[in-house]
């Protein structure tokens, strides 16, 4: 994998579905565009999807369906190091 590699914060997810013209809409096009490669664990994908499904926030279901399907999809799980 080249190019950039990043853990996406929930906020720049939820930022980025409210509003599609500031920088975390920005951050999620790289993405979708395959610039910036996302790395997440099953805790953060568990975390995305109890915030983007929050009912107080309105984001529609499609739109938060299809942000899980694209990091599942094409981003790169990791499993956290655990001592």
Partial sequence: MT???A??????????????LGNPAKVYSMFLTETLHVVYSPGILAEYT???????LRIPTEAAEKVL???QGHGR???PFQE
């Fill in 3 to 5: 190019g950039v590699s």
């Fill in 7 to 20: 853990v996406l914060d929930t906020n720049i997810l939820v930022s980025a579905l409210l509003s599609p």
């Fill in 50 to 56: 109890e915030v983007l499904f929050r009912p107080r």
């Fill in 69 to 71: 399907r694209a990091i």
């Fill in 77 to 79: 799980r990791i499993e």
